[in-house]
C-alpha cells in the first residue's frame, strides 16, 4: 500500500489536552476530494492492470508529492499530447481536456482513459449547452489553470475568461441580453460572488448554472475555515502551490485578517512563523495527501504543540464511480485464487 492509496491519517497523532499551552486544530473536512481519490485510483488501477508505461497527460492532480509517486510507479507524465507515442495508452488529467485534444488523441489513436472529475465534466457540459443555445459565455475562473483551458475550448468563439470583478467593465458582447456565465470549480466563493454579482449588474439578463459549479469539496474546505479561523494565530495549508483550492483556502484565511500559508509539507515551515503562535490551524487541499498532514502535525508537536485536535465542520461522504474503461479492466483481470482455510 501507498500513502496516497491508503490515505488514512494516523489516529494516535490525535490527542486533545484541554491544558496544553499549544495546539493544533485539524479540520475536517481536509485533503482528498472524491475526484482526486478517483483520478488516483484510475492510475494506479491503470498501471496495476496493464503495467507500465502509462503515459497521463499534465499533473493528474495538482499535488508534487502525489505525481512524484506514480510517476516511480511507471506514470510518465507529459504537457502535450503529441508527447504521447503513438497507439499509447494516455489518461487525462482530473481538471479535463478540451474537445481539440480529444480529436488529436483520435487522429494518433492513443488509448484514452478519462479522469476528468465529474463535476468539472459538468460544467463542459453546460458550456456545450450554453453556446448551442446562442449565448456569448463568461468563464470566471484563472486563466492559466489546466481546467479552465479544457473548458474554454468548449466553445472558444464565444467563450471570455474573467478573473476579477473589474475586467467584467471591459467584456465586449454582441447581444448583452444573450450571455451566461459558468465558473471554475475550485474558485474562491466570495470572489466567484463579487464577479458574480458584477455581471448581473452589466447585464440583468445573464444565465447561469442550475447548480453553482464550484464544487462541494472546495466549498466545505473553505466553510471549514471561514467557521475556525478565527480561534487561530496561524493557518497552515498543505498542498502545492499551483493548487486552486489550495491557495483559496489561504486567501480566506487571509481576508479574516488570520495569518496564513501554504505548505508542501513541514519542510516548507518557517520557524519564525511559529513565534508567539499558541493555536495553529492545520488543514489541507483537495489534492494533499494525509501522509504530508501527517507529516506536518508531527513536526508541530516537536515543536511543543502538545495537544491536537480535530475539529469536524461538516461530515463529507461523496463518492464517484470509476470510468468504463477501468471497470471493463478491472472485471477482465484474472480472477485472483481463493485461499483455502
Ligand atoms: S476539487 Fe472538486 S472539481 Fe476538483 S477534482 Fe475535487 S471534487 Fe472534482
Redesign the pocket.
Known amino acids: 500500500m501507498t500513502a496516497t492509496s491508503t490515505n488514512t491519517f494516523n489516529a494516535d497523532l490525535i490527542q486533545a489536552f484541554p491544558d496544553a499551552e499549544k495546539r493544533v486544530l485539524l479540520l475536517k473536512p481536509r485533503g482528498f476530494?472524491?475526484?482526486?481519490v478517483r483520478?488516483i485510483d484510475i492510475v494506479r488501477i491503470a498501471l496495476e492492470t496493464f503495467g507500465a508505461p502509462i503515459y497521463v497527460r499534465k499533473e493528474i492532480?495538482h499535488n508534487r508529492f502525489v505525481v512524484n509517486e506514480l510517476a516511480e510507479k511507471g506514470a510518465i507524465f507529459v504537457d502535450d499530447i503529441d508527447d504521447v507515442p503513438s497507439g499509447m495508452r494516455v489518461i487525462y488529467s482530473?481538471?479535463g481536456v478540451s474537445p481539440a485534444v480529444r480529436e488529436r488523441s483520435k487522429e494518433r489513436k492513443l488509448k484514452v482513459i478519462d479522469a476528468t472529475?465529474?463535476?468539472?465534466t459538468k460544467v463542459h457540459v453546460e458550456a456545450v449547452k450554453f453556446a448551442k443555445q446562442g449565448y456569448s459565455l463568461v468563464l470566471i475562473g484563472h486563466r492559466d489553470h489546466d481546467?479552465i483551458e479544457g473548458t474554454l475550448g468548449e466553445a472558444p468563439d464565444v467563450t471570455q475568461v474573467v478573473s476579477s470583478a473589474e475586467e467584467v467593465e471591459s467584456l465586449v458582447v454582441p447581444d448583452p441580453e444573450r450571455v451566461a456565465y459558468l465558473t471554475q470549480?475550485?474558485l474562491s466563493l466570495d470572489e466567484a460572488r463579487d464577479i458574480i454579482t458584477a455581471l448581473k449588474a452589466r447585464f440583468p439578463k445573464i444565465a447561469g448554472p442550475h447548480s453553482q459549479d464550484i464544487?462541494?469539496?472546495?466549498e466545505n474546505r473553505q466553510v471549514a475555515v471561514k467557521n475556525v479561523a478565527h480561534e487561530a494565530d496561524l493557518v497552515l495549508v498543505v498542498g502545492s502551490d499551483n493548487s486552486s483550492?489550495s491557495n483559496r483556502l489561504v486567501e480566506v484565511s487571509r481576508n479574516l485578517s488570520t495569518r496564513s500559508h501554504l505548505i508542501e509539507n513541514s519542510s516548507s515551515i518557517q520557524p519564525e512563523w511559529l513565534e508567539g503562535v499558541k493555536t495553529v490551524v492545520l488543514t489541507a487541499g483537495?489534492?494533499a495527501p494525509e501522509v504530508l498532514v501527517e507529516d506536518v502535525v508531527n513536526y508541530l508537536r516537536q515543536k511543543g504543540f502538545g495537544s491536537v485536535e480535530e475539529v469536524e465542520v461538516m461530515p463529507e461522504n461523496?463518492r464517484f464511480g470509476l470510468p468504463p474503461e477501468i471497470v471493463q479492466a478491472i472485471a477482465a483481470a484474472p480472477a485472483i485464487p481463493a485461499v483455502s482455510a
Do not use: F, I, K, R
Not at 476530494?33 to 482526486?36: D, F, K, L, T
Not at 472529475?117 to 468539472?120: D, N, Q, R
Open positions: 476530494c472524491a475526484g482526486v483520478a492532480v482530473a481538471h472529475c465529474p463535476l468539472v481546467e470549480t475550485t464544487c462541494y469539496a472546495t483550492n483537495a489534492s461523496v
